[in-house]
């Protein structure tokens, strides 16, 4: 089972429309989790970072964080076809060392 | 300016040479981090170093090098050990890697080595 799981998609929705981005982990141990944005040729840019069970919201983005279930979300609300990239997930994966492992990446097209 | 600066952009090796791609950031951050990016792939992490003058294997550090003398900077050699090289290598660096706030991991620009 890979430490952290991504639908690689493509995703496509209509301009306007909200996107759903979903993500899944396998160490129950994980308290940090990231979603990044990477447009075609470029490197990730930080977008959320989520550490508590619940709802985080940033402008037209939210995060969610259920632990129990070991699930990590990412919404885009008024989806525009500038956000048309793809988006990665990140979860630190504890361990004698910590360290920060992505998923494969969700492509995400939004259409006029 | 505040960053993460990596050099060259772009960089070409013959097959048999070693080549080392450098990482540089002035954030003060004490973690830093190599991933390798196939086309159409996720972030493979390579190594990382939580703290100067000690490093980690990450999933694929066969073939290559780090180290990680100065807090500022996290060079890493890819060996000629390294059966496919060909691909596009990020460095980011966080506050720490922890379990909690402080954690976020920054990028450079990359770097892009092909093998000829």
């Known amino acids: 089972q890979k430490e952290v799981e991504q639908n690689s998609g493509p995703l496509s929705v209509p301009e306007g429309a909200i996107a759903s981005l979903n993500c899944t982990y396998s160490?129950?141990?994980?308290?940090?989790f990231f979603w990044y944005r990477q447009y075609s040729g470029k490197s990730p840019e930080l977008i959320m970072s989520i550490y508590s069970n619940g709802d985080k919201e940033d402008g037209r983005f939210t995060a969610q964080l259920n632990k129990a279930s070991q699930y990590v979300s990412l919404l885009i609300r008024d989806s525009q076809p500038s956000d048309s990239a793809t988006y990665l997930c990140a979860v630190v994966v504890s361990g004698g060392y910590n360290k920060l492992i992505f998923g494969a990446g969700t492509r995400l097209a939004v259409h006029p | 300016d505040g960053g993460i600066t990596q050099s060259p952009k772009y960089l070409f090796r013959k097959e048999g040479q070693n080549v080392t791609l450098s990482c540089e950031q002035n954030l003060n951050h004490d973690a830093m981090y190599w991933y390798r990016q196939d086309p159409g792939q996720g972030l493979r992490l390579i190594y990382y170093s939580q703290i100067v003058n000690d490093f980690q294997k990450g999933d694929i550090a066969e073939g290559y090098s780090v180290s990680r003398e100065k807090k500022e900077s996290f060079p890493l050699t890819v060996t000629s050990a390294q059966k496919n090289p060909t691909a596009f290598y990020l460095c980011?660096?966080?506050?720490?890697?922890?379990?909690?706030?402080?954690?976020?991991?920054?990028f450079g620009q990359g770097t892009r080595l092909t093998v000829v």
């Open positions: 160490d129950r141990g994980s308290q940090s």
């Open positions: 980011a660096s966080s506050p720490q890697i922890g379990t909690g706030q402080s954690t976020e991991a920054f």
